[in-house]
């Protein structure tokens, strides 16, 4: 006697396909602005540190060069030696883009980001 078994193939259904779809734009959605709010945060955390290193660096250099309150400091380059360097052997800058500027000896801040008026994620030292 002659049977006809039926033998399914292995493989997925268009259906099965679908939902893995569906879940893993589920969980990209979820995850993405996540990484992006991290990544902005770790960001503006650096760029304070980095402030904070030049403004300790602006005092020294005002010290040691008998400088008073109020007077001027021409550039973060003028304070470089009191300052740890990156790899590069550069100041370090902001690592969200923004720019640097130095106040006078004393003023509150002495040095401010340019990225310091963000909403969300401001680079200003506390």
């Avoid at 779809?21 to 996540?34: K, R, Y």
């Avoid at 100041?91 to 963000?118: E, F, K």
Wanted: proline residues 5%; charged residues 15%; aromatic residues 4%.
């Amino acid at each position: 006697m002659k049977t006809n078994k039926k033998t399914r193939k292995g493989g997925f259904t268009l259906v099965e396909i679908m939902i893995v779809v569906a879940i893993i734009g589920l969980l990209a959605a979820i995850a993405i602005p996540n990484f992006i709010r991290a990544r902005a945060k770790a960001q503006q955390n650096a760029c304070i540190n980095n402030l904070r290193q030049i403004d300790g660096a602006i005092d020294e250099w005002a010290l040691e060069n008998g400088q008073s309150t109020g007077d001027p400091v021409a550039s973060v380059a003028t304070v470089s030696n009191y300052i740890k360097l990156n790899a590069s052997g550069d100041v370090p800058s902001c690592p969200a883009g923004g720019s640097y500027t130095v106040n006078a000896v004393g003023s509150t801040p002495q040095v401010s980001c340019s990225l310091s008026t963000l909403t969300g994620f401001e680079h200003v030292l506390p």
